[in-house]
């Protein structure tokens, strides 16, 4: 059983095109998360969910929007895409907030033509 | 917030050299973990420290983390193929990632 999944794994689209990401962990987890990791490795925390809140929300553009409609799902949806959100997207879980040992899905690799 | 740096970025090393990176802070933490993240996959963690000045170790693997609880270190004796990828250390606080260590052993 896979404890964190997300969809799709491979995201080919053109500029300026809506997409989202979803994700879905099965370990009953209360805090979610969306992590983003360019080219160079540089992985960088976007959002966290706990119990559905909004607790974590770096300096992100608002074209990003997360949506958790349950604990067990954190949803991302990017409008209007840019050749600079070319990336490699991770969804987490973790119990409880920060300092817990956090659970990654397989990530999501981005392409923007 | 709290930040953490990492060094070094890069390292290069053969097979059966050891491999040390280090994490630094300004200001006290609470914990620190250690995750790695192998080419094409996903950070997977690897350990969480709490107490100061604790060590723990997994197999060829030893975590250190400061008596001051403002450093840690991850030391791999005897590295392996197997050890390629990218070690983070993220801020306990906020899980910042960052760049991490990426680690690339020669046979």
């Known amino acids: 059983d896979t404890a964190v999944s997300q969809t799709p794994k491979y995201l080919v689209t053109q500029m300026g095109n809506d997409k989202s990401i979803k994700c879905e962990q099965n370990?009953?987890?209360?805090?979610m998360y969306w992590y983003k990791q360019d080219s160079k490795k540089f992985l960088k925390i976007m959002f966290s969910?706990?119990?559905?809140?909004?607790?974590i929300n770096e300096t992100v553009p608002n074209r990003f929007s997360p949506k958790s409609p349950d604990k067990a799902h954190l949803n991302l949806h990017i409008n209007s895409l840019e050749l600079g959100d070319s990336a490699v997207y991770f969804c987490?879980?973790?119990?409880?907030?920060?300092?817990?040992?956090?659970?990654f899905g397989p990530g999501t690799r981005l392409t923007v033509l | 917030g709290q930040q953490v740096m990492q060094i070094p970025q890069y390292q290069h090393v053969q097979e059966g050299e050891d491999f040390t990176t280090y994490c630094n802070s300004s200001?006290?933490?609470?914990?620190i973990q250690w995750y790695k993240q192998r080419p094409g996959g996903h950070p997977v963690f690897l350990i969480q420290?709490?107490?100061?000045?604790e060590v723990k170790k997994q197999k060829r693997l030893t975590f250190q983390f400061g008596e001051a609880k403002k450093n840690s270190s991850l030391h791999i004796t005897a590295t392996q193929t197997t050890d390629v990828g990218t070690y983070f250390c993220?801020?306990?606080?906020?899980?910042?990632f960052g760049a991490g260590t990426r680690l690339t052993v020669k046979p």
């Open positions: 969910y706990n119990n559905k809140e909004l607790i």
């Open positions: 987490a879980s973790s119990q409880g907030t920060a300092g817990n040992e956090q659970f």
């Open positions: 420290l709490v107490k100061s000045g």
């Open positions: 200001t006290t933490l609470s914990n």
């Open positions: 370990l009953g987890h209360d805090t």
């Open positions: 993220p801020t306990p606080n906020d899980m910042r």
